[in-house]
C-alpha cells in the first residue's frame, strides 16, 4: 500500500484540535486559549500599502536584511530536505528560493514579516498525506478561510491543544532511529552533530543552523587538507594501480559504470542526482567507482544508502569498489556493508565486474 493511500481521510492533529477545543468549551476549564493569551486572530484581510523609500537607511538595514535572508534560505532548504526525506521526493533548491524570495518581497507591502519554510508545519503536512505542492496551496487557502470566516472561532482554540499537536509533530520528525547510525560515524561527525542537536534544544534553531554550519565547513576544510596527499609515483605504485584501470577491461551490456572525483562530503551529495535522475535508463547492475574519490561524511554515506535504496527499489543492483583509506574506513566503522550487502563491496573494478557477472547469472537463472 502507498504512503498516500494509507494516509487518514481526516489528519488526526485536526481531530485532536477540534475534539480538545469542544471539550474546553463543554466543561469551561480554565485554560489559556488563544482569545486569552494573545486577544485572537485579527479577521479580514490586510491592506497594501506601498512603503517610502529612504537612501539614508539602506547602511542600518543592509546587513540585517543580508542576515534575515540567509537565515530564511537555510531553514527554507532545511525543511526542503527533511521533506524528501519524510516523502522520498527530492526538492529543487532554485526553486524554492526563487519562490521565496517572491513572496518576500511582495509580503511587507501587506504588513507581513519574512516568510520561510517551516520544518514542523511541513512535516505535519507530510504526516497527513500531502505529497505534491497542491497540499501548500490548500494550506494557504485554508489560512485564508480561517482569517476570513472563522478567526472569531479560532480564539477558542486552548493553548494545551496546540502544545500536544506540536509535541507530537517534534517525536515524529524526530526519526530518533537514526542516532544509532550517527553515533557510528567519525568523531568529528558526532561532534557536530551533538553541538547542533544541543544548541537546537536548549537556544533555537537559528542558532543550531548558524554553528552547525560553520563546524561542517571547518570539518570540510580539514577533510580536504587531511586527504591531500603527495606521494613519489614507484613501480610498486604503478603495479598497485592496474587493478583499478578499465582500459584492459570489458563493461558488460548489463553493467552501467560511474566514478566519483573528489570529496564527497555534505556540500556535493545532491551530485548523485546524476545517476537517479536516469533511473530508468539504468542498467541491471550500477557500479560505482570509488578509485577518485579522496574523503565522505555522514551526508555522502546516507546519500550512497538512498541511492542503493532506490536502486534496489527499481530492480537494480548497487555495487561500490576502490575505496581509499579514509572513505573505507569511515564506511567500516558506520558498518556500511550491512545496507548494501558484504560482496557489493569489492575491492577494484575488476573484482565489482566479477561480482556483476554473478548477479547477471543468478538473475537469468
Not at 32 to 61: C, N, Q, V, W, Y
Not at 123 to 138: D, E, K
Not at 321 to 348: L, T, W, Y
Not at 349 to 358: D, F, N, P, Q, V
Amino acid at each position: 500500500m502507498s504512503a498516500s493511500a494509507a494516509a487518514p481521510k481526516v489528519p488526526g492533529a485536526i481531530v485532536a484540535l477540534v475534539l480538545g477545543t469542544l471539550a474546553a468549551a463543554i466543561f469551561a476549564a480554565p485554560i489559556d486559549t488563544i482569545g486569552a493569551r494573545f486577544g485572537g486572530i485579527p479577521s479580514g484581510l490586510p491592506h497594501l500599502k506601498i512603503p517610502e523609500f529612504h537612501p539614508e537607511m539602506i547602511p542600518t538595514l543592509l546587513r540585517p536584511a543580508i542576515t534575515v535572508a540567509l537565515l530564511g534560505a537555510i531553514e527554507s532548504l532545511l525543511s526542503a530536505v527533511v521533506a524528501d526525506r519524510m516523502g522520498g521526493d527530492k526538492h529543487d533548491p532554485n526553486v524554492e528560493l526563487t519562490a521565496q524570495g517572491i513572496a518576500n518581497i511582495v509580503s511587507p507591502l501587506f504588513g507581513g514579516l519574512p516568510a520561510t519554510g517551516a520544518i514542523a508545519r511541513t512535516a505535519t503536512n507530510i504526516r497527513a498525506g500531502a505529497r505534491t505542492p497542491v497540499s501548500g496551496m490548500i494550506h494557504a487557502l485554508t489560512l485564508l478561510g480561517v482569517l476570513v470566516a472563522a478567526a472569531p472561532l479560532a480564539r477558542f482554540i486552548p493553548m494545551p491543544v496546540l502544545a500536544a499537536i506540536l509535541l507530537m509533530v517534534s517525536w515524529n520528525m524526530g526519526e530518533w532511529h537514526e542516532i544509532p547510525k550517527l553515533l557510528r560515524l567519525t568523531k568529528t561527525d558526532v561532534a557536530v552533530w551533538a553541538v547542533t542537536f544541543g544548541l537546537t534544544v536548549f537556544a533555537d534553531l537559528t542558532l543550531a543552523v548558524e554553528v552547525g554550519m560553520v563546524l561542517a565547513a571547518l570539518t570540510f576544510i580539514r577533510r580536504v587538507a587531511v586527504t591531500t596527499d603527495i606521494a613519489r609515483v614507484t613501480p610498486d605504485f604503478v603495479e598497485a594501480g592496474r587493478v583499478h584501470i578499465l582500459q584492459d577491461k570489458v563493461i558488460p551490456s548489463y553493467v552501467s559504470v560511474f566514478k566519483i572525483h573528489g570529496p564527497f562530503l555534505f556540500g556535493a551529495a545532491d551530485k548523485l542526482s546524476k545517476i537517479t535522475d536516469h533511473l530508468d535508463h539504468l542498467q541491471p547492475v550500477v557500479i560505482l567507482r570509488l578509485r577518485y574519490m579522496t574523503a565522505i561524511d555522514g551526508t555522502g554515506l546516507r546519500a550512497f544508502e538512498d541511492l542503493a535504496d532506490r536502486l534496489r527499489a527499481s530492480g537494480r543492483t548497487l555495487i561500490l569498489c576502490g575505496a581509499r583509506e579514509q572513505p573505507a574506513a569511515v564506511m567500516k566503522q558506520a558498518q556500511f556493508h550491512d545496507h548494501v550487502g558484504d560482496r557489493n563491496i569489492c575491492s577494484d573494478i575488476g573484482a565489482a565486474l566479477r561480482r556483476a557477472s554473478e548477479i547477471h547469472t543468478a538473475r537469468a537463472a
